[in-house]
């Protein structure tokens, strides 16, 4: 089962932009499905953008239009490039990734956006 640790967590001004990467163990070329979820303070865990192999990406409505989804094959990294951030994007951020032996998700990585 693949294994996933993100990186590029951190505080930023509103407005502000940061990206996020999730290096996966393996070849994301076998990952059937990568994520990219959310938790803010005293929430529950929230979708936030998916790529499949077949290259369909989906956003939710909340990111759509800021956010972007992206994978890098030759370095086995999918990312999260987050613009036009507002403080009601902090939250643990997480990657999430789908293969044949099962589902695996990272350990999260802190976004904070101040005003």
């Known amino acids: 089962q693949v294994q996933l640790v993100e990186s590029g967590g951190g505080s930023v001004q509103t407005g502000g932009s940061l990206r996020l990467s999730c290096q996966a163990s393996?070849?994301?070329?076998?990952?059937?499905?990568m994520a990219w979820h959310r938790r803010a303070p005293g929430e529950s865990r929230e979708f936030i953008a998916s790529v499949r192999s077949d290259g369909k990406i989906h956003y939710e409505d909340v990111v759509k239009g800021r956010f972007t989804i992206s994978t890098d094959s030759a370095k086995n990294i999918f990312y999260l490039q987050m613009d036009q951030l507002k403080p009601v994007d902090t939250a643990v951020y997480y990657c999430?990734?789908?293969?044949?032996?099962?589902?695996?998700w990272g350990q999260g990585t802190q976004v904070t956006v101040f005003s």
């Open positions: 393996g070849s994301i070329g076998g990952l059937n499905y």
């Open positions: 999430q990734a789908e293969d044949t032996e099962g589902v695996s």
